[in-house]
């Protein structure tokens, strides 16, 4: 992750399951584009807003696997940079695979 700016956001969960995600931000000190586990505060958030984002993120990570586009249709909304995967995935040309070695895949998908 040192080749990566700090403030770079990876799309992680669906796509890595061990570590579980929210453990990425803590190893490699980058954010997320969204969670799970994130979704468990939301009930209690004054803030409503936050939990029909959280739902709208949350459905779009889990929608990218049936439909590459969704990335697409994410970055129209939100800022991500890269999608980091436990398995190559058939990810179109227009995001290039940037890293990979036994454990991990990184995708470029700020283009």
């Given at each position: 992750?040192?080749?990566?700016?700090?403030?770079?956001?990876?799309?992680?969960?669906?796509?890595?399951?061990?570590?579980?995600?929210?453990?990425?931000?803590?190893?490699?000190?980058?954010?997320?584009?969204?969670?799970?586990?994130?979704?468990?505060?939301?009930?209690?958030?004054?803030?409503?807003?936050?939990?029909f984002?959280?739902?709208?993120?949350?459905?779009?990570?889990?929608?990218?696997?049936?439909?590459?586009?969704?990335?697409?249709?994410?970055?129209?909304?939100?800022?991500?940079?890269?999608?980091?995967s436990?398995?190559?995935?058939?990810?179109?040309?227009?995001?290039?695979?940037?890293?990979?070695n036994?454990?991990?895949?990184?995708?470029?998908?700020?283009?």
């Amino acid at each position: 992750m040192h080749n990566t700016s700090t403030d770079s956001i990876f799309i992680v969960e669906p796509f890595v399951t061990d570590p579980p995600p929210e453990e990425f931000r803590l190893a490699c000190f980058r954010s997320i584009f969204t969670t799970f586990k994130e979704g468990g505060i939301v009930p209690y958030d004054e803030n409503r807003d936050n939990a029909f984002d959280w739902k709208r993120r949350y459905d779009l990570i889990y929608a990218i696997r049936g439909n590459w586009d969704t990335i697409e249709t994410i970055k129209r909304t939100y800022r991500v940079d890269y999608l980091f995967s436990e398995e190559q995935l058939p990810l179109p040309d227009t995001y290039p695979l940037l890293y990979s070695n036994t454990r991990f895949f990184i995708y470029d998908v700020r283009w």
